[in-house]
């Protein structure tokens, strides 16, 4: 600690003055949500120029302590200190009052207000707007995490690495005292990652104290000073700074599983996941190549929205029992890719060929009943309708076509019934068909979703399926049952076109891999050894292939 | 009307669930109601003899009963039309031009084919016809809607002030009987007009009133079409993503949910009126769209407040006679039913969501 203390006095920041003592201390955060201890007796210190990595799978409370500190929510039990003083964190504008800053996974930015006008927006509603007040903080944080963007650009136009970069300035808008910053690199880059590094580094040296919350091991490793592993809403233990830096990657990664999930075995898979270990699917053989493509795109575009970023010109073969994965930067055009094989989205420009038959003019219902099925990353912005039953959910795209409904009567006998199967068979955790969809977990409306889009047994054989970002905002064991629902579907033969921000799910499920970059495919690469390295140069348009 | 009884949670908590939803309902009308009386007492006048009035005369005197029971038939039509298209995200606030429409036409025809068609046949056109007016006047907010996504609040009020002037104007320029001093059409007369039921002065409008709101829960509950509407009010991406075509389900929506309310028009003419005055405008579709609200687009419920409203306004319209109370009062009934509504619902929200946290 003792070196960097003598930087953090000598920096011109809003940093606490103690030399070396810690900034904010928990001691025995509690909160209880109906039926979960979301936070058990958590007790961590968060001190000046230090990068403190907090791990943990979802649901090991992380979030919520985040909301407590961000003023979201109060505990029940326990005590916040700040330089030793308790305090209390009654609302958000508290929290930023005195000095913590939050960057949430998603930006939370006005896309068509400009830079400077985003940071602006937090002041009260009856004083005036002082723009080079706000002009000179920007530059001073600016400087700080040595940015280079223009304060008048609207926030749309930057990357979203940059969008996030805006965020880090708004979270230290009122003062450096603690950063919070929640799976940051989720939606990144591998350069986006990198900058981002060196932005933490610079803000640590400067004396902020930093929360980063991660579950990708080699980022923990590589920017944290300290670690700490959630597991079930309690703290299983950590590694502090000396211990750190005499470690290997190799003995970090060994101890924070082994916190992670205890000795026991039958952990082993869940490690695997998390790790990116997961065993790679077996690939299929070169020869079944030879046969007919079963989904066949040649030069499709799309029309996008303001703001969307459209298909341009994507050509590709797709085989039975093969897996396309599609890596990319959200946002490149992998939606449209996804809406216009389903048929969701009209083609512009180019065809589209499932088994020899021409499919880019059929409706979503015609295309399924060919064998077309799509499962959406958002499985309740359109997947679902939250209010709707289990049971109208998973009948949703059965509407009106027998064997459930005859003559557009509904044999609601029938739909339940169907739905009770289904949940046996996808083993959905759901009080009864009943229950709004709605209330349940993300893994548990997934399973839904596979059951709807997967089932056979209503509308016929399923021959192409696309899964955009399955495995997203799931917990370790939803994650490894979508994963391993993906890998079996293709070895019973299903063509699979799987689309994924996770580098590491795609190099395990695909047999190719496709780059989308500014609604191109930019390259298409075996999966095979060196493979993550073109992918990288692809998806920041470094090269083609 | 909704699919209630599916939807809801596990059967353990569905009996306490529906006891607060009565709760919910019961609250502000007992809250209005009192707000009501103090309002009263502010003007001299004795409440607790009002709301006496306005029940003996409205329920229990055999008179008010039948009138009461007569007012109900378009009310209730107009209330199946809204909560087929509140329940699939439209909102057709335009029902008043649709009915007056409906109505004209209604007036114009019946008398002229009456002495030419058979009484059934030519009571079954004007039905018809008035249908497909008040339809095809929703058109053109619907072709807004599916084809430029504008605001159907916006077009369908103006497409009803323009319905209504046209109304007027059709009255008086098309199908004036220059018999009369007052602008009117020519009049149906009372032996030609809806058959009373018993021997009573009530038409059996309300019958068709009430087997059509039959027919459209069944229609929302048990079809897939219904369904289909549902989901597209519930959340319409998912219903592009399904593929449901939007466009053809938005289209019929304003249709029937426009239909219906012209058929209150041609009811009410044929059953009570039998003419229309140039200057004639009951404006129930305004007041039906609160009601539909606090019935939750339920048709029960809908039916409950239906007859509750039309209690007030038959003996508020008599009350306004006999004790000075202006008949508008019982708007303000209305207007403070919806605030206490309100206030519940927001209470209820955030009581839900404390509990929650």
Redesign the interface.
């Known amino acids: 600690m003792n070196t960097q203390v003598q930087n953090i006095s000598a920096a011109p920041s809003a940093v606490p003055e103690g030399r070396g003592e810690t900034f904010v201390e928990l001691r025995g955060i509690t909160k209880r949500?109906?039926g979960v201890l979301a936070n058990d007796s958590i007790s961590l210190d968060f001190n000046p120029g230090e990068i403190h990595v907090l791990l943990g799978e979802n649901g090991a409370g992380k979030s919520t302590l985040i909301g407590i500190l961000a003023g979201m929510?109060q505990p029940d039990a326990g005590e916040i200190r700040i330089r030793g003083q308790r305090v209390r964190i009654g609302s958000p504008r508290q929290s930023l009052e005195l000095g913590f800053g939050t960057v949430f996974q998603h930006v939370l930015l006005v896309q068509s207000l400009t830079v400077l006008e985003n940071l602006m927006l937090g002041g009260s509603w009856w004083q005036r707007i002082d723009r080079a007040a706000a002009l000179r903080r920007f530059r001073e944080l600016s400087d700080l995490l040595g940015l280079n963007i223009s304060p008048d650009t609207p926030v749309g136009r930057l990357s979203l690495g940059q969008q996030q970069q805006v965020e880090i300035v708004r979270a230290l808008w009122r003062g450096e005292g603690l950063l919070i910053l929640d799976e940051p690199t989720s939606m990144l880059t591998p350069e986006g990652v990198r900058e981002l590094g060196q932005v933490m580094v610079r803000l640590r040296d400067e004396g902020v104290a930093i929360v980063f919350i991660t579950h990708k091991l080699q980022e923990a490793y590589a920017f944290g000073d300290r670690l700490s592993v959630l597991r079930l809403g309690r703290l299983v233990g950590g590694i502090d700074k000396d211990r750190l830096k005499a470690m290997s990657e190799k003995e970090v990664t060994d101890e924070v599983i082994r916190l992670m999930f205890g000795n026991t075995e039958g952990h082993d898979r869940d490690a695997e996941t998390l790790a990116g270990l997961g065993q790679r699917r077996v690939k299929q053989r070169a020869a079944r190549r030879s046969t007919v493509p079963c989904l066949s795109l040649r030069g499709v575009s799309t029309e996008g929205d303001i703001g969307e970023c459209p298909l341009r010109d994507a050509s590709f073969d797709l085989y039975p029992g093969e897996v396309l994965g599609i890596a990319g930067v959200d946002g490149n055009g992998q939606k449209h890719l996804a809406e216009v094989i389903a048929?969701?989205r009209p083609a512009a420009r180019g065809e589209i060929w499932l088994e020899g038959e021409r499919v880019e003019a059929l409706?979503?219902?015609a295309r399924?009943k060919l064998g077309i099925r799509?499962i959406?990353d958002?499985r309740m912005?359109?997947?679902?309708?939250?209010?709707?039953?289990v049971?109208?959910n998973v009948v949703?795209?059965e509407?009106?076509l027998p064997p459930l409904?005859r003559h557009?009567?509904?044999l609601?006998d029938r739909v339940?019934g169907h739905a009770r199967a289904q949940i046996q068979e996808h083993d959905v955790r759901t009080?009864?068909e009943?229950?709004?969809i709605g209330r349940l977990s993300g893994g548990n409306i997934q399973k839904v979703l596979l059951a709807r889009e997967l089932a056979d047994e209503l509308v016929g054989e399923a021959k192409v399926v696309t899964f955009n970002k399955p495995t997203y905002g799931l917990d370790l064991q939803s994650t490894r049952m979508a994963r391993d629902r993906i890998r079996r579907g293709a070895e019973a033969g299903l063509a699979t076109v799987l689309i994924s921000t996770e580098l590491d799910e795609l190099l395990e499920l695909s047999d190719r891999i496709a780059v989308m970059f500014q609604g191109r495919l930019a390259g298409i690469v075996d999966n095979a050894e060196g493979a993550e390295r073109e992918i990288g140069l692809l998806m920041t348009g470094a090269a083609s292939v | 009307m909704s699919t209630g009884s599916e939807v809801t949670g596990s059967s353990s908590t569905a009996g306490r669930d529906r006891l607060l939803a009565v709760v919910r309902v019961l609250v502000p009308v007992v809250l209005a109601l009192f707000v009501g009386a103090l309002i009263l007492l502010s003007f001299g006048k004795d409440p607790l003899a009002y709301y006496g009035y306005v029940v003996r005369r409205g329920l229990l005197s055999p008179s008010g009963l039948e009138a009461t029971v007569t007012r109900i038939a378009p009310l209730l039509l107009i209330a199946a039309g809204l909560i087929v298209a509140f329940r699939a995200g439209i909102w057709n606030l335009g029902v008043d031009g649709q009915f007056l429409l409906a109505s004209v036409v209604t007036a114009a025809l019946a008398p002229a084919l009456m002495g030419v068609l058979p009484w059934g046949l030519t009571m079954l056109i004007c039905f018809v016809a008035a249908t497909a007016v008040a339809a095809v006047w929703s058109l053109l907010p619907a072709f807004l809607k599916v084809r430029y996504g504008i605001n159907e609040i916006i077009t369908t009020l103006m497409m009803s002030f323009l319905g209504i002037s046209l109304s007027n104007v059709l009255v008086k320029i098309a199908f004036n009987d220059p018999a009369t001093t007052v602008p009117q059409t020519a009049t149906l007369p009372v032996e030609d007009r809806l058959p009373r039921l018993f021997d009573t002065t009530i038409n059996s409008g309300v019958i068709i009133a009430l087997v059509v709101l039959l027919l459209v829960h069944l229609m929302m509950t048990r079809t897939a079409f219904g369904l289909k509407l549902q989901v597209v009010g519930a959340n319409p991406r998912a219903a592009v993503h399904t593929g449901l075509s939007v466009g053809k389900l938005t289209y019929a929506t304003f249709a029937i949910s426009a239909g219906l309310a012209g058929l209150a028009g041609s009811v009410e003419i044929l059953g009570v009126w039998g003419t229309m005055r140039a200057d004639w405008n009951p404006a129930y579709g305004l007041l039906v769209i609160p009601l539909v609200f606090l019935a939750r687009f339920h048709g029960a419920a809908s039916l409950a407040f239906v007859v509750f409203f039309a209690v007030l306004m038959i003996g508020g319209e008599s009350a306004s006679r006999r004790l000075g109370v202006p008949h508008f009062y019982v708007l303000v009934l209305v207007s403070l039913l919806l605030i206490f509504f309100a206030l519940v619902e927001y209470l209820d929200q955030r009581w839900r969501k404390r509990s929650r946290a």
Do not use: C, D, L, N
């Open positions: 949500f109906p929510q048929g969701q409706s979503v219902p399924r799509y959406t958002e912005g359109e997947g679902t309708v939250g209010t709707f039953s049971a109208h949703m795209k509407i009106g409904w557009g009567i509904t609601w339940f009080p009864s009943r229950t709004p």
